[in-house]
């Protein structure tokens, strides 16, 4: 019995990779799922320099939303921001900003926090967009001593949303978009491995990104459970598959095969999530999970295990003990 679940799921992984075009052709160009006017929803879309989250972030302006493009790289999001707004002249003016994020630290993450919630306004969405994979190189650690993918991946995004959330509780109703992947079916979870050095020949930068995600995905839930508990039932907690896309993301994937999505379709589910009502139908204490052709996806066993999804939680919130100084009080106290 057991073999035939994982046979059946082994097809479904397949199916989702290989069929997303079949599965998807019928769907509307992502340019035209967007609701027509945004205008009043501040959208934050880390890494938006490239790839999904480049396009994620046009259609979001295109649309009228006031869009923060969170990026590492800022003097390429100012010339996107300008080329953008150049295209637009016709239409409306957009309004897009840019400000400094870099994964890789964690400081970097309290500074862009602070310099946001400064401003004591409301955050609509916030889309963890970002991430990397270092597909065939050797182990890399941060300067705070993380494996780098587990760092960029999950747990500076996880820092940000926490530090973010002031914000996203101001807004009458807001969403936390995940950008997943479907390899975190692949991938179990070691947080005993985060912060040490495995052997060369033992490290697999493959095992390394879907653990990440998995990571990302399980605290995630956790989270979504906890605001249901504290009844912060305005956040709805999202994350997405986007299908296989030619981004920058992976050597080789920036050329485009008949079965792969380009970066426009890659943002579709992404979109979705972030602005259709008919999400709030789908959601599980306060949490769901969308694969590249905006219907529920299968999540990975390991995310329905309770335990291991709350073992990633306690080690991410031990790791980041020392950067939570900024979270306002007495949501970090009750959401600890
Ligand atoms: N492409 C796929 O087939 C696929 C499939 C499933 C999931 N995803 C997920 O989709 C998301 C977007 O990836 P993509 O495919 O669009 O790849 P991409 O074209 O490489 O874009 C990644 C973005 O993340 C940014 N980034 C990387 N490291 C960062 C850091 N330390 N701090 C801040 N920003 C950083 C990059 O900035 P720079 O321009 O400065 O490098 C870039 O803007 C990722 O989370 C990825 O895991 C992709």
Same mark, same amino acid.
């Given at each position: 019995?057991?073999?035939?679940?994982?046979? *059946?799921?082994?097809?479904?992984?397949?199916?989702?990779?290989?069929?997303?075009?079949?599965?998807?052709?019928?769907?509307?160009?992502?340019?035209?799922?967007?609701?027509?006017?945004?205008?009043?929803?501040?959208?934050?879309?880390?890494?938006?320099?490239?790839?999904?989250?480049?396009?994620?972030?046009?259609?979001?302006?295109?649309?009228?939303?006031?869009?923060?493009?969170?990026?590492?790289?800022?003097? $390429?999001?100012?010339?996107?921001?300008?080329? *953008?707004?150049?295209?637009?002249?016709?239409?409306?003016?957009?309004?897009?900003? #840019?400000?400094?994020?870099?994964?890789?630290?964690?400081?970097?993450?309290?500074?862009?926090?602070?310099?946001?919630?400064?401003?004591?306004?409301?955050?609509?969405?916030?889309?963890?967009?970002?991430?990397?994979?270092?597909?065939?190189?050797?182990?890399?650690?941060?300067?705070?001593?993380?494996?780098?993918?587990?760092?960029?991946?999950?747990?500076?995004? $996880?820092?940000?949303?926490?530090?973010?959330?002031?914000?996203?509780?101001?807004?009458?109703?807001?969403?936390?978009?995940?950008?997943?992947?479907?390899?975190?079916?692949?991938?179990?979870?070691?947080?005993?491995?985060?912060?040490?050095?495995? !052997?060369?020949?033992?490290?697999?930068?493959?095992?390394?990104?879907?653990?990440?995600?998995?990571?990302?995905?399980?605290?995630?839930?956790?989270?979504?459970?906890?605001?249901?508990?504290?009844?912060?039932?305005?956040?709805?907690?999202?994350? #997405?598959?986007?299908?296989?896309?030619?981004?920058?993301?992976?050597?080789?994937?920036?050329?485009?095969?008949?079965?792969?999505?380009?970066?426009?379709?890659?943002?579709?589910? #992404?979109?979705?999530?972030?602005?259709?009502?008919? #999400?709030?139908?789908?959601?599980?204490?306060?949490?769901?999970?969308?694969?590249?052709?905006?219907?529920?996806?299968?999540?990975?066993?390991?995310?329905?295990?309770?335990? !291991?999804?709350?073992?990633? *939680?306690?080690?991410?919130?031990?790791?980041?003990?020392?950067?939570?100084?900024?979270?306002?009080?007495?949501?970090? $106290?009750?959401?600890?």
């Amino acid at each position: 019995m057991e073999r035939w679940a994982w046979t *059946w799921n082994l097809w479904d992984m397949v199916k989702e990779i290989f069929c997303q075009k079949l599965l998807t052709y019928h769907l509307p160009p992502p340019s035209h799922l967007l609701p027509n006017n945004l205008s009043g929803l501040s959208v934050i879309v880390t890494g938006a320099t490239s790839g999904i989250g480049l396009q994620t972030a046009r259609e979001l302006a295109k649309a009228g939303a006031h869009v923060i493009m969170a990026c590492r790289n800022t003097k $390429a999001a100012n010339n996107i921001a300008c080329q *953008w707004k150049i295209d637009a002249h016709n239409s409306r003016i957009l309004d897009v900003e #840019v400000m400094e994020l870099d994964l890789l630290s964690l400081s970097s993450v309290q500074k862009f926090a602070a310099t946001w919630e400064q401003r004591e306004e409301p955050l609509h969405i916030l889309i963890n967009n970002a991430g990397i994979y270092l597909m065939g190189e050797p182990q890399k650690v941060s300067d705070e001593g993380l494996e780098q993918h587990i760092q960029v991946n999950h747990v500076a995004p $996880a820092l940000l949303t926490l530090l973010l959330l002031p914000s996203l509780l101001r807004a009458p109703s807001s969403r936390i978009i995940n950008v997943n992947s479907v390899v975190h079916h692949f991938a179990v979870v070691e947080p005993k491995y985060w912060k040490s050095r495995i !052997e060369e020949h033992k490290f697999s930068s493959f095992k390394a990104y879907g653990a990440s995600k998995l990571a990302h995905l399980m605290f995630l839930k956790i989270l979504a459970n906890k605001l249901m508990e504290q009844r912060k039932t305005s956040i709805q907690c999202l994350a #997405v598959h986007p299908g296989v896309v030619t981004t920058n993301l992976v050597p080789g994937f920036q050329k485009k095969s008949f079965w792969m999505f380009d970066p426009a379709e890659g943002a579709r589910s #992404v979109l979705f999530c972030a602005t259709s009502n008919d #999400v709030a139908g789908d959601l599980v204490k306060g949490f769901a999970y969308y694969s590249c052709n905006c219907k529920p996806g299968r999540i990975s066993p390991h995310v329905a295990d309770m335990d !291991e999804c709350l073992e990633v *939680w306690k080690k991410t919130m031990e790791i980041l003990q020392l950067n939570i100084n900024y979270i306002s009080q007495d949501v970090i $106290a009750n959401i600890q």
